[in-house]
């Protein structure tokens, strides 16, 4: 197979992947805008947390809040638990990387405050101790995962809110993870300042 055939396999895959994401996704993702919007209309925040490429997925989605989307408006509190290294190293360090997002939580966070973690495989420790610091907290958590959402799946209260890719391919599941989150700011700007013009 020659480089270029296997480029347009990626393609496809990803389309693939994509089409039966939206299907499984689609209602969840729009629950989740609403939760966000309901957090920041409150003063509340979104905290991101995730690992190497949902580490830079949660930079990403933070900033997209923090300064804009698409279209201009006021800053959103959002804050990617990921950036600090001297915290991370600092906790890293003194106690266990398992609570380098939990500690964060524990200190910024506020009841009704949203915390969303992006976990590809859905078993990351650090990411799931996060998600039971938001819960002792009264904090709505917002999962984004992949393949079949792993210990995560396992761990969600009632009330948060699981955005499964339907795929197992990290590759694929973190596309997915891209579209979502951009669909978060879409649906979040949406809602804040009406439909676009």
Partial sequence: MSIEDRIRDQFASS???KQAAVAAMAGHIATAVRVMV???KAGGKIMACGNG???ADSQHFAAELLNRFEREREP???IALTTDTSTLTSIGNDYRFED???KQVKGLGRRGDVLLAISTSGNSPNVLEAIAAAHARGIHVIALTGKGGGKIAGCLAPTDIHLCVP???TA???EVHLLTLHCL????DTLLLGENP
């Fill in 167 to 169: 795929a197992a391919q």
């Fill in 100 to 102: 380098v997002f939990a």
């Fill in 15 to 17: 389309i693939q992947t």
């Fill in 172 to 174: 694929r599941i973190q």
């Fill in 185 to 188: 700011c879409d649906g979040i």
């Fill in 76 to 78: 959103l509190a959002a």
């Fill in 38 to 40: 309901d957090c920041l």
């Fill in 53 to 55: 490429g949902s580490a």
